[in-house]
């Protein structure tokens, strides 16, 4: 009966030993000056993708698009057009977490894990699960804001070098002189504006997408990582700037006669991703990569 006794009691400590185990250093020091009933951010990383592994890894169609496997097959084999990589999350693991009161913020099929949040005292009964591998906290940064730059144009507009009298295909009013010295005016004349492109833009405030300059843009998906919700300008929520509008116009701003940029016929996402409103600079990386921005390339 003694040993029956010792078996089970060292059998219950190698468990708890076990589930100790999956949680990283960096996130029990920050449960250390956690209540109970805290919420804290942590990515769960699963040991596999579950039963359905051979079935995507055979129909890759249904889990990448179309034009993906297209620009897969220029380089890889018929065989190889996916890997492990690509299969996406479990969904039976997803529900199961979520049963014990995981709230799931992202999904990485990359990692092969989630990102959330969880109440303190429920991590070790999470930990349990025979699925998970590790648990670890979401990255956190510190910083420091930097003064606002100078905004004052360097030039005036009868500074600038004018288009010279030789035709282009375009009017490009003021933005000649800047496409001209990297010779975008010839890829032009040439017909090539971008065509097929697709560009992803993760940034914050993209402002004024109705302007006459971007009317001509493809923008086939927005979304804003930061609230949850489509709007990615600024809306009295958090993350708000005009980076995203300056960076925007830059790539593909089109107005004859007074601004014509890069790509003019190119496919766009805009994703917001940033929350400061004010420049930084990056005073200390902890954990692993922010969810929002893993996920956000995922969708590429």
């Not at 009017?171 to 492109?197: E, K, R």
Request: glycine share 8%.
């Amino acid at each position: 009966m003694k040993k029956v006794l010792w078996i089970i009691v060292f059998a219950s400590i190698a468990v708890l030993t076990q589930s100790e185990n999956k949680l990283s250093s960096q996130l029990k020091n920050v449960l250390m000056s956690k209540q109970s009933n805290d919420k804290v951010l942590v990515w769960i990383f699963l040991k596999d993708k579950g039963s359905n592994t051979n079935y995507f890894l055979s129909n890759p169609e249904q889990v990448v698009s179309e034009k993906s496997l297209n620009r897969r097959s220029k380089v890889l084999s018929k065989s190889s057009l996916i890997s492990y990589y690509d299969i996406p999350v479990n969904t039976d693991y997803i529900n199961e977490l979520q049963i014990n009161g995981f709230e799931i913020k992202n999904k990485s099929r990359w990692l092969n894990g989630v990102s959330g949040y969880i109440e303190s005292s429920k991590l070790s009964r999470l930990s349990d699960l025979p699925f998970i591998k590790s648990i670890d906290i979401v990255r956190g940064y510190k910083n420091d804001e930097i003064k606002n730059e100078n905004t004052n144009p360097i030039f005036t507009d009868n500074q600038l070098t004018k288009n010279p009298d030789q035709p282009n295909s375009f009017n490009y009013g003021n933005s000649f002189t800047q496409l001209q010295q990297i010779n975008v005016p010839a890829l032009h004349d040439l017909g090539y504006f971008g065509q097929g492109v697709t560009i992803c833009l993760m940034d914050a405030g993209f402002n004024r997408l109705t302007h006459e300059s971007f009317s001509t843009m493809n923008i086939i998906a927005a979304w804003d990582f930061v609230n949850g919700d489509s709007n990615v300008g600024d809306e009295g929520d958090m993350g708000s700037g005009s980076h995203g509008t300056e960076t925007l116009s830059t790539i593909g701003g089109f107005k004859e006669g007074k601004l014509l940029d890069r790509h003019s016929m190119q496919i766009l996402f805009l994703l917001k991703l940033k929350i400061p409103t004010v420049k930084l600079r990056l005073k200390k990386i902890t954990g692993l990569p922010h969810s929002n921005g893993l996920i956000a390339l995922a969708l590429m």
